[in-house]
């Protein structure tokens, strides 16, 4: 992705605008440009203004405005594998989006894109087991080939400056982080009702989501079961350059052993905790809670910490036995943008750690998950990782670097130790003496630079060349591997590689 726009107005928040929340994204266009005809939501990894090639603008009046614009994702690349050999690499994406501005209140934005691609031998990995790719469900098989189809959309209205509501079929993200403990945008897109409410410093935000589970680990035979989830996040700018958040969600199935559930409509409650309703109607729904702090100074650095807790006992905890049921995970960074006024530059590392089992539950159709992937942090449980960020950039020039170190636990034969959040915590092995990384102990390095030109800021559209290498070590093996490739593609969306 072009990283200059991606990290444009989460820098420009570091100024301290109290009205602005930089953790909840996609921002809305009133928010980063108070001057345009409103609200229309970009992916996180897409925030630039107005920036689209259009191919149709239609002006009926001053108030209502249509716009069509091409989407391409073509690209190619070479990837030696110590094991498994050598293999070419292709996406070949085209598609088309929709806009329409109708006066300052409503909007509607739609994007298609169909690709057909051979992946990389760890996305192959990810595709072949789950039957999806960070981004899209994988619809056909042959070969080495594979398609998929790209769809984001919503429809926006404002009736007024403290209220949003979006109906759309995309992704959220929470935080300030690279990766989210407790909403990202590194799975695949949902339907969703997304109310936001702004007064004073404060922020809250409501999604009421449709998911799917998918049965079998063949993909060829998967079969969806309908899921759903509420969620809560309230954010607070208590003064400047501090913000506080508290996060919740429920996730439950649509049917268990007694009844079709449906979306249950005591959860459309947008201000009561889940709990004491979880209680009430005797469920074992997955409740998840969370909470968030970051401060930024100076306009040019920020800290910032998630905790997110699925299941615990304090005095569990207190006795530090390693009981399964203790599950939470926590993240913490630092980022800064054009630090010792280094112009163009900008760095980010942190550190995220997930306790086994962590966003599971008894079933798949409940655990933390959509389209076989997780929602939280992509990786899913029983790791620890720390990662590093560095951009540069001259104009529209830029270097990325990505540097990645990730120790995991995976499962052996019939064991489940806690990371593959889909299994069933009833599977575990073990009651007590769970630690991070157990099981099958994995030591994954990535490191990824690409060198990326803007050819068309009215567009986004990118030329990119890139070097990725890949080292997995545990007792069983060793994999390597090395990845070179060059793109031409509009950013709209995040497709995520780096795990």
Excluded: C
Aim: charged share 20%; proline share 2%; no cysteine.
């Amino acid at each position: 992705m072009h990283i200059q726009n991606a990290l444009y107005f989460q820098k420009e928040a570091l100024k301290g605008d109290l009205d602005f929340h930089s953790g909840i994204r996609p921002y809305l266009i009133n928010e980063i440009q108070k001057d345009s005809l409103n609200l229309i939501d970009y992916d996180s990894s897409f925030m630039k203004k107005e920036v689209r090639l259009t191919l149709g603008n239609f002006n009926s009046s001053k108030k209502v405005k249509f716009e069509f614009y091409p989407l391409f994702n073509i690209s190619a690349g070479v990837e030696h594998h110590n094991h498994l050999g050598t293999k070419f690499v292709y996406d070949l994406g085209a598609g088309v989006g929709f806009r329409s501005n109708f006066g300052k209140k409503l909007s509607i934005e739609l994007n298609y894109r169909y690709d057909l691609a051979s992946y990389t031998f760890a996305e192959d990995s990810v595709a072949s087991n789950f039957g999806v790719i960070s981004g899209s469900k994988i619809d056909k098989f042959s070969g080495i080939h594979r398609s998929s189809h790209f769809i984001r959309g919503n429809l926006s209205y404002s009736p007024s400056k403290y209220f949003n509501f979006r109906l759309g079929y995309g992704r959220h993200f929470i935080g300030e982080g690279y990766r989210s403990m407790f909403l990202s945008d590194d799975g695949n897109p949902y339907p969703y009702l997304n109310i936001q409410t702004k007064v004073w410093r404060i922020k809250y935000i409501n999604i009421f989501a449709w998911q799917r589970d998918f049965q079998g680990s063949n993909y060829a035979s998967l079969k969806p079961r309908n899921k759903f989830s509420s969620t809560h996040y309230l954010s607070l700018n208590a003064f400047k350059g501090f913000n506080i958040g508290i996060f919740e969600t429920v996730i439950w199935q649509d049917k268990d052993t007694l009844i079709n559930r449906g979306f249950d409509i005591r959860y459309l409650n947008p201000i009561i905790f889940f709990r004491p309703v979880e209680y009430a109607t005797g469920s074992a729904d997955n409740v998840i809670l969370g909470a968030s702090i970051s401060y930024r100074f100076l306009e040019k650095y920020q800290f910032y910490y998630q905790w997110s807790i699925d299941e615990f006992l304090l005095k569990e905890i207190r006795a530090n036995n390693g009981w399964w049921a203790n599950k939470f995970g926590m993240q913490g960074g630092f980022k800064a943008f054009e630090p010792f006024n280094w112009k163009g530059l900008y760095f980010q590392i942190e550190f995220n750690w997930v306790r086994p089992f962590t966003y599971a539950h008894i079933n798949s159709m409940q655990a933390n998950a959509n389209q076989n992937l997780p929602l939280a942090h992509i990786k899913g449980a029983n790791f620890h990782e720390i990662l590093m960020r560095v951009n540069k950039s001259w104009g529209r020039l830029n270097l990325y670097t990505f540097l990645l170190y990730n120790q995991y636990g995976a499962d052996q034969d019939t064991a489940s130790y806690g990371g593959n959040i889909l299994r069933s915590y009833e599977d575990r092995s073990f009651e007590y003496g769970n630690k991070t990384g157990q099981g099958l102990k994995n030591n994954l390095f990535l490191a990824r630079v690409s060198l990326n030109y803007l050819l068309f800021p009215e567009s986004a559209l990118t030329l990119e060349l890139g070097y990725e290498f890949r080292y997995n070590q545990n007792e069983l093996r060793t994999d390597l591997s090395n990845y070179v490739f060059i793109s031409f593609k509009s950013n709209l969306w995040n497709r995520n590689r780096d795990y």
